[in-house]
């Protein structure tokens, strides 16, 4: 079993806007929380506020960056994250570029720096306890091919598809995390198989031995 640590981890509250749909896309952050070592009940969340000078709208997302740069393979990647306080309702998890894609700090004007094209995990429901996340064929392909792997775990009410506001009146919804546990992406290590030479060819130019494949071989003739 491999694990990834989290190298950094921390979450933007978005600026508020007047609408919901403007709340869904603002460039900058109205609070920035890098590096978080605490738990924190809002760390994804949904805010509304109306009132007779207009409706205040805002939405927090969460920014995770490990360094994967010593995985070359690997199958079954899982994020593992505790909650914290809130769990009201499912979240979603996609690529980011904040913090310059290389886990530097996160700054007010990396709130929108999303890829939303490349989901890493679908529609989740969220617990205050453990969470583990079985993430897509993307992450995987990300998590081996690049040096950094980059999360935003965002509320299912903040996807881009969704166009109608989520709360029918005043209130939030929101997920919490606690950034004080153990926050990382296990994963189960690539099969190495057989690794020595059979009659003077060396195993990285044998691909199968009597129509096995060498990474299912452990022994040959009693030999590891």
């Known amino acids: 079993m491999g694990t990834i640590s989290l190298n ?21 952050s109205s609070t920035v929380n890098d590096n978080h070592s605490s738990a924190e009940g809002n760390a994804i969340q949904y805010f509304k506020s109306s009132g007779r000078g207009g409706g205040t709208f805002r939405f927090t997302r969460t920014f995770l960056h490990f360094n994967t740069s010593s995985v070359s393979g690997g199958s079954n990647f899982v994020l593992n994250i505790p909650g914290s306080t809130n769990a009201d309702a499912n979240v979603l998890g996609i690529k980011h570029t904040a913090g310059s894609s290389n886990g530097s700090a996160i700054v007010s004007n990396d709130f929108d720096n999303l890829v939303r094209g490349t989901v890493y995990f679908s529609s989740t429901s969220w617990s205050t306890g453990s969470n583990a996340i079985s993430l897509a064929a993307a992450a995987a392909n990300d998590i081996i091919n690049n040096n950094d792997f980059n999360i935003c775990l965002i509320g299912i009410e903040d996807d881009g598809n969704y166009d109608e506001d989520a709360l029918e009146e005043d209130g939030d919804i929101s997920r919490g995390i606690n950034f004080a546990g153990t926050i990382n992406i296990t994963f189960t ?8 030479k059979v009659n003077t060819v060396a195993s990285a130019n044998i691909g199968k031995v009597n129509t096995v494949a060498t990474a299912n071989i452990g022994k040959i003739n009693t030999v590891d």
């Open 8 to 28: 950094r981890g921390g979450f933007l509250a978005g600026a508020t806007a007047s609408d919901f749909e403007s709340a869904g896309t603002a460039t900058s």
């Open 189 to 196: 290590d690539p099969v190495s198989g057989y690794t020595h």
